[in-house]
């Protein structure tokens, strides 16, 4: 069984572009967590969604950035018009539905996001 | 909202030492308290976790206190090796329920155990 697949692993973008973050959880797993870590820093909580549900966007940016679990397909973390301020690393992390839930969020190797 | 509050934020130990890293949290409604370990370029792994219900946990050379009155935990690392190396994380859940997990992190603590 395959764990949480996050691609890129590394993106390089010049400010102004787009970034597109793309994560599949893990076989079976229906929830999807997305969390922004800069250098030396913990872990902040950006969105949790659900298949085509936004549950919970309270750690996100109003502005610029967006997310999408598709009924098919990955979950998207878009960050618009890119800063220097964006550059960090993207991890994504999953669980399975909420009967099988023991609160363990099962967590990609992450994308690292470079805004030159 | 939730906040935790992490230290050290380095811990430098000989192998075979003990390693203690503390953790504060500020919502009284948390019920769930794990443990991530992230090595260099990885992602967090779970390690070891707690619930409100249980003071102490314990999985090996882990070991994992809980103090809900003052609202504190712990994590102990008895017997260190190089390869517990590592950032470790600790995490706050506010009321964990239906499947809805938003775990608030600690800043981290970088351990690094000397052979």
């Known amino acids: 069984n395959a764990g949480v697949m996050q691609n890129p692993r590394h993106l390089v973008r010049r400010r102004g572009q787009e970034a597109r973050l793309r994560c599949s959880p893990m076989?079976?797993?229906?929830?999807v967590y997305w969390y922004r870590q800069l250098p030396e820093e913990g872990l902040k909580f950006m969105v949790y969604?659900?298949?085509?549900?936004?549950?919970?966007e309270s750690g996100m940016p109003k502005e610029r950035f967006s997310a999408e679990f598709p009924k098919e397909g990955p979950s998207i973390l878009r960050i618009q018009q890119v800063v220097r301020g964006d550059s960090a690393a993207y991890f994504c992390?999953?669980?399975?539905?909420?009967?099988?839930?023991?609160?363990?969020?099962?967590f990609g190797e992450g994308s690292r996001l470079t805004v030159l | 909202g939730e906040n935790v509050e992490q230290h050290p934020s380095t811990l430098s130990v000989q192998e075979g030492d003990s390693a203690v890293i503390k953790c504060t949290y500020s919502d009284s409604a948390s019920n769930y308290f794990p443990w991530y370990k992230q090595e260099l370029g990885k992602g967090p792994q779970l390690i070891i976790d707690i619930r409100s219900n249980v003071g102490e946990k314990k999985d090996q050379r882990i070991a994992v206190t809980l103090n809900k009155t003052a609202k504190h935990f712990s994590l102990h690392i008895t017997e260190t090796q190089p390869e517990d190396s590592a950032v470790y994380f600790c995490a706050a859940s506010p009321m964990f329920s239906g499947g809805y997990n938003k775990l608030i992190f600690g800043a981290g603590t970088r351990l690094a155990v000397h052979p």
């Open positions: 969604l659900q298949k085509e549900n936004i549950i919970d």
């Open positions: 076989k079976g797993h229906s929830h």
């Open positions: 992390a999953s669980s399975p539905p909420s009967q099988m839930n023991t609160g363990e969020l099962f």
